[in-house]
């Protein structure tokens, strides 16, 4: 049993068990182990799983990739171009929206995926300056800022599609209209309302192959299993990380930095929000291009 589940991981199938959410008071650190919360090297002694060998994040060394064609990856939306709607809160590690599944969100399938997952929430992952903030790197190389869009199953299994966020002179309109919300949280555990009139359409800020009517179809991507990059850190979860970065101007980025977290890196404020690399073990990590 112990070298089927072995094989199972290292190809790529997730065989995580449904994950339980931190209880209410249960906190962490992005910086150093205090008394009130554990910082990254220790998490593993409050939540076992953070000490697990199939950790997220990675860093992806293209030159050790496996190429692969799975079938086609895709994201189908209820509502035109993507819109969301729902509520943005500064939980005190990153800026997260949660989407009013009952107003319009989206579903995740194909390529190595069983079953279909639905989006529950997308958070920001973003550095106190442009050369950090990326949870994964590539090669090495560490962007600005990552979009972590966290789709989630039947049985409580998660997909997470990642976007690499380039510090860059141009922007993306739809990340620019949500970097403009972040004045509304500021301080920990403030939340604003996110209507569908302030345009938050996913379908143009995920970088994708073709889109038609509310379905996009993702190509070029690196695959692998890990884990949540926040404790309880489960284990199991399908990582889809986008090859195509999206960009994010200085003034964008200095509106996500002024948001305050609960025990970060660097207080009071949020950014580096980031946990440090996770070993790749004996994990495989594929290269999509079909």
Not at 114 to 119: A, E, H, M, W
Request: contains cysteine.
């Amino acid at each position: 049993m112990l070298l089927l589940l072995l094989l199972l991981s290292a190809f790529g199938v997730a065989v995580g068990n449904q994950c339980e959410e931190l209880q209410d008071g249960e906190f962490f650190s992005y910086g150093e182990t205090t008394s009130e919360a554990p910082g990254p090297s220790d998490w593993y002694k409050k939540w076992r799983q953070c000490g697990g060998n199939r950790q997220s994040p990675i860093n992806i060394d293209t030159s050790r990739v496996r190429h692969r064609h799975f079938r086609t990856l895709k994201i189908e939306f209820d509502r035109l171009g993507g819109l969301v709607s729902g509520e943005l809160k500064n939980n005190g590690n990153a800026p997260t929206f949660f989407v009013d599944k009952h107003k319009g969100t989206a579903r995740l399938k194909g390529s190595r995926l069983s079953d279909t997952y639905v989006l529950t929430n997308f958070h920001v992952h973003f550095g106190c300056e442009n050369d950090r903030g990326s949870e994964h790197t590539r090669n090495g190389h560490r962007f600005a800022a990552e979009i972590h869009f966290v789709f989630e199953d039947s049985r409580g299994r998660f997909a997470v599609v990642a976007v690499w966020l380039r510090a860059s002179k141009n922007e993306n309109t739809i990340l620019g209209r949500l970097a403009n919300q972040m004045h509304k949280i500021i301080d920990v555990d403030e939340s604003a309302k996110i209507r569908r009139a302030i345009g938050i359409r996913l379908m143009r800020l995920i970088p994708h192959k073709s889109r038609k009517h509310k379905t996009l179809v993702l190509s070029n991507y690196f695959h692998y299993v890990g884990s949540l990059t926040t404790p309880p850190c489960c284990e199991g979860v399908m990582w889809f990380v986008l090859r195509r970065t999206v960009p994010i101007t200085d003034y964008q980025l200095s509106q996500f930095r002024v948001l305050e977290g609960r025990f970060p890196k660097d207080p009071p404020h949020m950014c580096d929000n980031f946990r440090p690399l996770q070993p790749l073990n004996r994990r495989y990590v594929f290269s999509v291009t079909n």
